[in-house]
């Protein structure tokens, strides 16, 4: 179990294979992370509310075909955020991808591919 921390809420990571976590919402308190790159590994997860980037949430490696159930543990938080995902270089340095918006309160899934990143 991974913590995560933010100025607006808390989340919760939760590793474990994709098929192992029924599809919720944000609305529900959580929503499910997938790394469906063919070889990439993500080495952070990071958002910005409007106050500035959050400090890396993962503890752990999130390696291809893996997911994570992120689970909101505070009440409060905007559920407009600024996304951005850090991936391990061939350096083993973290090269950060483009932020993206996303409504964590709308989010059921994100998916992390490896020319796209989305959410529905």
């Given at each position: 179990m991974n913590y995560l921390k933010s100025a607006g809420c808390a989340l919760v990571l939760l590793m474990g294979s994709t098929a192992a976590f029924?599809?919720?919402?944000?609305?529900?308190?959580?929503?499910?992370?997938?790394?469906n790159t063919e070889g990439n590994v993500?080495?952070?997860f990071y958002t910005n509310d409007g106050s500035g980037w959050?400090?890396?949430?993962?503890?752990?490696?999130?390696?291809?075909g893996?997911?994570?159930?992120?689970e909101f543990t505070a009440d409060s938080g905007e559920c407009e955020q600024a996304f951005q995902v850090?991936?391990?270089?061939?350096?083993?340095?973290e090269v950060l991808d483009e932020p993206i918006g996303i409504d964590i309160c709308e989010a059921s899934n994100v998916y992390?591919?490896?020319?796209?990143?989305?959410?529905?």
């Open positions: 029924a599809q919720g919402t944000g609305s529900e308190g959580y929503f499910q992370i997938y790394n993500v080495v952070g959050s400090d890396n949430w993962l503890s752990d490696i999130l390696q291809p893996e997911s994570a159930r992120a850090g991936w391990l270089g061939q350096d083993d340095s992390l591919d490896d020319n796209e990143i989305y959410y529905d």
